[in-house]
C-alpha cells in the first residue's frame, strides 16, 4: 500500500506560478510511475502529466503541455508539479497518482490516489 498527501495548493492570479508537491509513504520501495490528474467543478477527473520513476519518460496532456512541468525526487518520495503562466482554467481540485505501469496512470486507473489538493486561479 501507498498513501499519498498533496500540498502547495492555493489561490493565485491568472499568470501566476505554483508548485504542487506529493509525497508518498507506505510501500515505497517499490518503483512507481507518478502522476498528476485534475477535476474541475462540474466536470470530469482528467490526466495532467505523469513520469516513470527513473524520471526517463514523461507525459504531459496538451492543454498544460509547455507550463507544467512534472518532476520527483525518488530520495524523498516526492513528486511536484511547477505550473506556470496559470490559466482560470486551471482552477481544479489536484490530484497525485502512483502506479507501477505508467499507461495506467495516462488512462485514469492507477493503483493509488492522494486526497487532493486546491487550485483556485482568479483574473
Known amino acids: 500500500q501507498v498513501q499519498l498527501v498533496e500540498s502547495g495548493g492555493g489561490l493565485v492570479q491568472a499568470g501566476d506560478s505554483l508548485r504542487l508537491s506529493c509525497v508518498a509513504s507506505?510501500?515505497?520501495?517499490?518503483?512507481?510511475?507518478m502522476g498528476w490528474f485534475r477535476q474541475a467543478p462540474g466536470k470530469e477527473r482528467e490526466f495532467v502529466a505523469a513520469q516513470t520513476w527513473d524520471s526517463g519518460v514523461t507525459h504531459y496532456a496538451t492543454s498544460v503541455k509547455g507550463r507544467f512541468t512534472i518532476s520527483r525526487n525518488n530520495a524523498e518520495n516526492t513528486v511536484y508539479l511547477q505550473m506556470n503562466n496559470l490559466k482560470l482554467e486551471d482552477t481544479a481540485v489536484y490530484y497525485c497518482a502512483a502506479d507501477v505501469v505508467t499507461q495506467d496512470i495516462r488512462a485514469g486507473r492507477p493503483d493509488y490516489w492522494g486526497n487532493g489538493t486546491q487550485v483556485t486561479v482568479s483574473s
Open positions: 507506505g510501500r515505497t520501495s517499490v518503483a512507481y510511475s
